[in-house]
């Protein structure tokens, strides 16, 4: 069982900057591709950025598109999504989860229990 634990949460101004962490408990992370999803109040969860196992290739969120960036350090069992230009759109609880090479269906494996990100004015 991969436990997720995000950090990096808080309170940023509008056009400021965050970024998150998602530290992986074990595993070969290496083996996993890594997601970032987020769920405002009253809306439902979806996909921010995604990253493959061997962090070639990404995806991104038609609306955050040239502001994050994600990426993976296997090295330190960690995803990472960086957050510039933040619009109050923004403003959510963001999870991470992780999805097992060979596992093909639109399911992830693991999901981390998320970290708040609250931008103001």
């Known amino acids: 069982q991969v436990q997720l634990v995000e950090s990096g949460g808080g309170l940023v101004q509008a056009g400021g900057s965050l970024r998150l962490s998602c530290l992986a408990s074990?595993?070969?992370?290496?083996?996993?591709?890594m997601g970032w999803f987020r769920q405002a109040p009253g809306k439902e969860r979806d996909t921010v950025a995604s990253?493959?196992?061997?962090?070639?290739?990404?995806f991104y969120k038609d609306s955050v598109k040239g502001r994050f960036t994600i990426s993976k350090d296997n090295a330190k069992n960690t995803v990472y999504l960086q957050m510039n230009s933040v619009k109050f759109d923004d403003t959510a609880v963001y999870y991470c989860?992780?999805?097992?090479?060979?596992?093909?269906?639109?399911?992830?494996?693991?999901w981390g229990q998320g970290t708040q990100v609250t931008v103001s004015s």
């Open positions: 074990e595993g070969t992370f290496s083996n996993y591709g």
């Open positions: 990253i493959s196992p061997n962090g070639e290739n990404t």
């Open positions: 989860a992780a999805k097992r090479i060979g596992n093909h269906s639109p399911g992830w494996d693991y």
